[in-house]
Nanobody, 111 residues
Framework: QVQLVESGGGLVQPGGSLRLSCVAS????????MAWYRQAPGNQLEEVAK???????RISDSVAGRFTISRDNARDTVYLQMNSLKPEYTAVYYC?????WGLGTQVTVSS
């Protein structure tokens, strides 16, 4: 009955910002590392950011300097702050523990 639910996606102009949230419900193990992935049309699934249970983050080279991952274990929530967005960042963004996956939230970067 564990669920991960992403939110915060939408339409944003190039150079703009969005903050995605991933809320875990049920008896979610807080010791899991968490990660954000994305998949653009015609492309493979790509990891963009990871964060440990202690809050240590690792950002992929493709989005380094633009994305920040964080978590609030007391609220069972993981965040992805996305700044300086580019059109090629348009994709469905997913939250995962490696075992549980959310259904994704659409991010569209367009003028």
């Amino acid at each position: 009955q564990v669920q991960l639910v992403e939110s915060g996606g939408g339409l944003v102009q190039p150079g703009g910002s969005l903050r995605l949230s991933c809320v875990a419900s049920g008896r979610f193990p807080k010791h899991y590392d968490m990660a954000w992935y994305r998949q653009a049309p015609g492309n493979q699934l790509e990891e963009v950011a990871k964060i440990t249970s202690e809050g240590i983050s690792r950002i992929s080279d493709s989005v380094a300097g633009r994305f920040t991952i964080s978590r609030d274990n007391a609220r069972d929530t993981v965040y992805l702050q996305m700044n300086s967005l580019k059109p090629e960042y348009t994709a469905v963004y997913y939250c995962t523990s490696g075992v549980f996956w959310g259904l994704g939230t659409q991010v569209t970067v367009s003028s």
